[in-house]
């Protein structure tokens, strides 16, 4: 099991950045791809990047592609989501979630544990 812990959301207007911070408990981090996920009210929960077990290969949801970024630190037991260029359609609730396998996955389904999520809110 891996407990995780967002945080680093808010409001920001459009154009301005912002870094998600997930922080993980529990020894399977090591084994565990990582992804973060959003939901909008009303809306499914969509996928918007991963990053694999070693950290070497990322996937980025098209409509986020060339402005956020998803990093990890093994030493941290943590992974980030950098946003930047940020557009009133972010606007949704973030949830870092793990996944027991080396690659990455795109499906909600293909995680196994989540956090709780944290709010992006993007003004224009």
């Known amino acids: 099991q891996v407990q995780l812990v967002e945080s680093g959301g808010g409001l920001v207007q459009a154009g301005g950045s912002l870094r998600l911070s997930c922080a993980a408990s529990?020894?399977?981090?090591?084994?565990?791809?990582m992804g973060w996920f959003r939901q909008a009210p009303g809306k499914e929960r969509e996928f918007v990047a991963a990053?694999?077990?070693?950290?070497?290969?990322?996937y980025f949801a098209d409509s986020v592609k060339g402005r956020f970024t998803i990093s990890r630190d093994s030493a941290k037991n943590a992974v980030y989501l950098q946003m930047n260029s940020l557009k009133p359609k972010d606007t949704a609730v973030y949830y870092c979630?793990?996944?027991?396998?080396?690659?990455?996955?795109?499906?909600?389904?293909?995680?196994?544990?989540w956090g709780q999520g944290t709010q992006v809110t993007v003004s224009s």
């Open positions: 979630a793990a996944r027991f396998a080396a690659a990455w996955g795109t499906a909600v389904g293909e995680y196994d544990n």
């Open positions: 990053i694999n077990r070693s950290g070497g290969s990322t």
């Open positions: 529990g020894r399977t981090f090591s084994s565990s791809a």
